[in-house]
Structure formats: C-alpha cells, structure tokens
C-alpha cells in the first residue's frame, strides 16, 4: 500500500492518501508499455518524406559513351543512383504510419503507466488547484513551492479546466491533462505528475470501471 502525502498551494502538508497500484493495474508489464509508446509515436509521425528516383531527376538520357571498346564499365544513364546527382535507388515516398493496438490492451497500459509513477513515488498530490482567471505567475509559485520548478511535469486535474491550463502552458516543460485524456505516452514522459485528489479518485474510478468491462 503506498502513502501519497496531500499538499496545499503552499506546499503544506494537509493530509495522506493511500493507494494500492494494484488498484490501477495488478502487475506493469514492460514490453506493452513499450508497444503502447511505440504506437503513440508512430501516430505523430507526419510520413511526408519524398524523394526522387532515377526517373524524376533532371539529366539527359543520352548515353554517356559507347558500350564497348572503352575499358570502362558498361553506363546507360547520368541518372542512375551510383552516379553524383543521380535518383535515389530505393526512393522514400509519403506513407501512413499510424496503426492501433487493441483497445483494452491501449487502456491497460495507461492504467500500468500511473501504477509505475504511483511505485516509483513520481507523483505529487495537491488538495485543489483552482483559479479564478489565468495567472501563470501564480502557478509558477505553486510548483516552486511544491518543489517542482524546473523538472518535466504533468499537471492532471479531473476534467478539462481552462484556466488552468491557460496559466501553465507558458511554463517550460509542462502540460496540463485531464483524466480523461491520459494515456501511457503521456504518462511517462514527464519525469514527475501533480495530480489532483480528485484526479486520483477519478482514475481510480474509471480503473474499476475498465477491469469490470475486460
């Protein structure tokens, strides 16, 4: 069972929070951690590369010199791949890189990514985090006074909280998230997640609902 210690805004300890990570997924396997990752960034790939072949590059078709009597190797093209300035013999084209790992396979593995963060004592637990207009300096001085200034973050409310994210989207390396939009990729990345108590109780809840469902 770990013990997660509740902090306020000003980095005051105001309660703990116990969890099981077994709550989240029973065990972390790392080979579909990997593959859920893989995919992520397999999808964001654009696949717009292009480049010519020996048809599609500018140079005449005459042959160079005559085929026998030269000493040299036979040529019938300025353009082949071998020569400067020719095409590319294996030319790269525009292809779609995307693909999807099944379903609960993909849910599992963000369930598993929060278990390791939750194992590895990488999250950080605030009581509210709650503006009334978007105020970046004030949000600064949140992570400064919970002592994540400067570390690759996560910030993960319940639900999608505009102001929010308006005050810490200017802040080098840190993303807001809601629950609802978790995934392993986004998960690991960060070194380090401040998560909400009720972010925390609604990922629990939304865990129980996908085991019951698998």
């Not at 480049?51 to 040529?75: F, W």
């Not at 609960?104 to 207009?133: G, N, P, S």
């Not at 400064?144 to 639900?159: F, M, P, Y």
């Amino acid at each position: 069972m770990a013990s997660l210690t509740v902090y306020d805004r000003t980095g005051k300890s105001v309660g703990n929070y116990s969890i099981e990570p077994a709550d989240l997924a029973p065990r972390i396997n790392k080979q579909l951690l990997h593959d859920v990752v893989v995919m992520y960034q397999s999808n964001q790939r654009q696949g717009t590369v292009r480049t010519k072949d020996r048809s599609e590059v500018a140079g005449t078709t005459k042959k160079m010199y005559r085929q026998k009597g030269t000493g040299n190797a036979r040529a019938g093209s300025r353009r082949s791949g071998i020569r400067r300035g020719g095409g590319h013999i294996f030319a790269k084209r525009p292809r779609d890189w995307s693909y999807r790992l099944p379903r609960k396979a993909v849910q599992l593995a963000t369930r598993m990514a929060l278990a390791a963060k939750i194992r590895d004592d990488e999250i950080t637990l605030i009581d509210e985090l709650k503006f009334d207009v978007p105020k970046t300096k004030e949000m600064a001085s949140i992570l400064g006074a919970l002592k994540l200034a400067g570390d690759s973050l996560l910030v993960t409310t319940a639900e999608h909280d505009t102001n929010v994210y308006k005050s810490a989207r200017n802040i080098a390396q840190v993303d807001v998230s809601p629950v609802s939009d978790l995934n392993a990729l986004l998960v690991l990345r960060p070194k380090r997640l401040l998560m909400t108590k009720a972010a925390l109780e609604a990922l629990r809840a939304k865990a129980s609902g996908e085991k019951k469902d698998s």
